[in-house]
């Protein structure tokens, strides 16, 4: 069956302290991203990859960091996390170009909470 | 900047009537259309896409695409109370990525 993989789904965590949301998908996409949500904001792209070794910031880079080591893995990291990072998180892939035929499979999201 | 704008709702209907979601874009070169459905705290799962101008239909579902409006919508017939969730319309981006309305919200009234 094809999936996009997250792991924590749900996670409380405190002011700079380090934490990593796990992302893994067995379609073998070339393409992978990180979305967060937030109300009344929409879904807004955080970093995407385009191949292994290949990473990108999208619109809200900012206090996030991405790897792309493996072709089916895309963790994303929060080095130093705060409040205002408090949102829901997507892992999405596909393969490229994202056109007819051809769109975005997304993680069922995790849920992160900074105190 | 490539955009995609929805009215936000939220969007009320009877069961069994029509539901119909609109979406615009900005960018005239843009291709393909996604919609997306988004049930609260749950991931977006797609519905429909479209391609061509012109009406698109899957079971209760058509999607209408008219580019020289630049505007796409999504019909829903005989609306169900399960069909009550956020509809997200989405179009490629220029990084590989789609870009994303904010979504409608619709809510299916018994």
């Known amino acids: 069956e094809a999936q996009v993989t997250q792991n924590p789904r749900y996670l409380i965590t405190v002011t700079g302290k380090k934490l990593t949301v796990t992302c893994s998908q067995n379609?073998?996409?070339?393409?992978m991203s990180w979305y967060r949500q937030d109300p009344g904001l929409g879904l807004r792209q955080i970093y995407y990859?385009?191949?292994?070794?290949?990473?990108d910031k999208g619109d809200v880079p900012e206090g996030y960091k991405v790897s792309r080591k493996e072709k089916r893995n895309f963790p994303l990291i929060l080095e130093s996390p705060s409040p205002n990072q408090t949102s829901l998180y997507f892992c999405a892939s596909s393969s490229i170009p994202t056109g007819p035929g051809n769109t975005i499979y997304f993680g069922e999201g995790s849920w992160l909470t900074v105190v | 900047q490539k955009e995609v704008e929805q009215n936000s709702g939220p969007l009320s209907v009877p069961e069994g009537a029509i539901a119909s979601l609109n979406c615009t874009y900005s960018?005239?070169?843009?291709?393909?259309f996604f919609w997306y459905r988004q049930y609260s705290g749950k991931s977006p799962e797609l519905i429909m896409s479209i391609y061509s101008n012109g009406d698109k239909e899957d079971g209760r579902f058509t999607a209408q695409l008219n580019k020289a409006s630049q505007y796409v919508s999504l019909l829903i017939r005989d609306s169900q109370p399960s069909d009550s969730a956020t509809y997200l319309c989405?179009?490629?981006?220029?990084?590989?990525?789609?870009?994303f309305g904010k979504g409608t919200k619709l809510s299916v009234k018994p």
């Open positions: 960018d005239r070169g843009s291709q393909s």
């Open positions: 379609m073998n996409h070339e393409y």
């Open positions: 989405a179009s490629p981006g220029s990084q590989g990525n789609l870009i």
């Open positions: 990859s385009m191949n292994v070794e290949v990473t």
